[in-house]
């Protein structure tokens, strides 16, 4: 191997020894079978590691599969990928006794998880002459999904710090179905992008029902979070960057819902404005 | 999106936590003066909700109301229900800003009393904190990293407090974090356990904040059946492509 090579290996491998963030600590233990029971104790995070590490060569063969023709074999890696992240999330859960909440690992998965859930679901259920506008979707949730995959590459593969609130059920909901809501908002998003791009405008429908369905989770979210304020501050509403930034992806969610028809835009357009929630999920999973 | 960036300014944080310390009305009568750029964005988002507010009802009356000409299905009264509900949530998040009142901070020990709204006396007569009071001590981001649920019981940390009207006893109860005492469209809530610095005894205290508002099981009664009516829009309307023409153009 060149040194190339062994520098982004060495990068790779660190990243996920990296000490814990927010408590300056080294991640403590081994796994072992108490490690699923007790709330304090810690999953290695090798573990997470390597499970991350199949997935992201399945999603990768998946992705292959799917921009050379192959959906068939797309479809199957695919589901061992979709799999193996299921088994993180279910490990997140057993580990850290909540659902994943916050924090670039347990979000990403969580969305990633999300988009090859619904894309299988959608291909198994639809219509056979349907398959074909999923087939060509699949190259936009494979290739999105490697892109998510390998933002995560730099990124620790270790749960978010725990906090006393997460045992209320509200602040749960909040967090959770937030991250849903960014995953379906994404897959909205590209369905949008696909039906337009490849000609299947009949589709543009299909992506409607999920930026929709996204705006219902989202909003679950929200009014958990308001309940979570009101009982934490006292009030339903904080003038603080995290309650603007979530107005903000409600308003784009809405707007794209709301364009005058007589305004006669092009189909590239059309999928711009539809994929603004989408950008908004983005934009607070990444820089909040 | 404005209001966002600004939040990156130290100053003009510092200005958008006083207005959530309080009513927003308070804030505009008393301290607007303070920061005019936090001052102008916020009458500027006022403006744009209430002239956002009047096209909703505008639309409503005019658009919507036209659907029900061909007879009434349940898609349909989903649809409007969910836009009624919308303005009416809009209604009551603009009402919260101007009526009742807040009053944030309250630092309090046990055996101190103090009086608001004219008539209320509230009295704090006891503090329990079963958990270890060196957390109190640390700084805001060590908090965040030792506040566990294993080393914070939300449900073994409490404040005991008793209300009354012009010196008679009308209530008393029990506050934790996450669990305030309602009195009516009054709220006492527990925000944070402290420990005072310039004390050699250590004493732990509360932070509370007293707030009314009647608007608020009203706001949330109107959010959760807007959330259903959306959640009942799109089930109904899965699999009709002609609903993107007849209710609105998407996209």
Request: with cysteine; hydrophobic share 50%; proline share 4%.
């Amino acid at each position: 191997m060149d040194i190339s090579t062994h520098l982004i290996t060495w990068g790779l491998v660190s990243s996920h020894l990296r000490r814990q963030p927010g408590t300056g600590k080294k991640f403590p233990g081994r796994f072992d079978i108490d490690s699923l029971i007790h709330p304090d104790a810690a999953m290695d995070p090798f573990i997470f590691f390597a499970i991350y590490s199949c997935m992201s060569v399945c999603y990768a063969l998946a992705c292959m599969a799917a921009l050379m023709g192959n959906s068939r074999w797309g479809r199957y890696a695919g589901g061992i990928g979709l799999a193996l992240n299921l088994l993180i999330f279910i490990l997140i859960v057993f580990s850290a006794h909540r659902l994943p909440i916050f924090g670039d690992f347990e979000s990403v998965t969580t969305i990633i998880l999300v988009l090859g859930f619904l894309h299988l679901l959608n291909f198994y259920c639809s219509k056979p002459t349907d398959r074909r506008f999923y087939d060509s979707h699949a190259k936009w949730i494979y290739v999105s999904i490697l892109l998510l995959l390998t933002y995560l590459a730099f990124f620790p593969k270790t749960l978010n710090p725990d906090f006393y609130m997460y045992d209320d059920i509200k602040v749960i909901v909040f967090f959770h179905f937030r991250i849903l809501a960014f995953g379906v908002f994404i897959y909205s998003a590209l369905i949008l992008c696909a039906a337009l791009y490849h000609g299947f405008p009949d589709y543009i429908h299909m992506g409607r029902n999920f930026l929709l369905t996204g705006a219902a989770i989202f909003l679950i979210s929200e009014f958990s979070g308001s309940l979570w304020c009101l009982d934490w501050y006292g009030d339903f509403w904080h003038w603080s960057k995290g309650f603007l930034k979530a107005a903000c992806l409600f308003l784009a969610a809405i707007l794209a819902c709301h364009i005058p028809p007589n305004w006669n835009l092009s189909n590239r357009m059309r999928a711009v404005i539809g994929s603004m929630p989408a950008a908004g999920s983005l934009w607070l999973l990444f820089l909040h | 999106m404005i209001g966002v960036v600004l939040t990156f300014d130290k100053h003009h944080a510092a200005s958008l936590k006083s207005l959530s310390r309080q009513l927003p009305l308070t804030w505009l009568l008393n301290e607007s003066g303070s920061n005019i750029i936090i001052t102008s964005w916020f009458i500027a988002v006022c403006l744009i909700a209430c002239l956002f507010f009047t096209h909703i009802v505008c639309c409503i009356l005019t658009r919507i109301y036209r659907l029900f000409q061909n007879g009434f299905s349940l898609r349909q009264w989903l649809f409007f229900l969910m836009h009624i509900m919308f303005v009416l949530v809009m209604l009551s998040h603009g009402l919260s800003m101007i009526i009742g009142y807040k009053h944030s901070d309250i630092r309090m020990f046990p055996g101190e009393s103090i009086r608001f709204d004219k008539n209320f006396i509230l009295s704090l007569s006891e503090i329990e904190f079963v958990d270890d009071p060196a957390i109190l001590k640390a700084s805001f981001e060590d908090q965040r990293a030792l506040m566990t649920r294993n080393t914070i019981h939300r449900d073994q940390n409490y404040a005991d407090i008793d209300l009354s009207i012009d010196n008679r006893s009308v209530s008393s109860g029990r506050i934790y974090m996450l669990a305030p005492y309602r009195f009516g469209s009054i709220q006492i809530t527990l925000t944070d356990f402290f420990i005072p610095e310039n004390r050699p005894d250590n004493p732990i205290g509360v932070k509370l904040v007293i707030t009314k508002n009647p608007t608020t099981l009203f706001f949330f009664v109107t959010y959760a059946v807007m959330i259903i009516s959306l959640i009942g829009f799109v089930v109904t309307t899965w699999r009709d492509q002609t609903a993107n023409n007849k209710y609105m153009k998407f996209i």
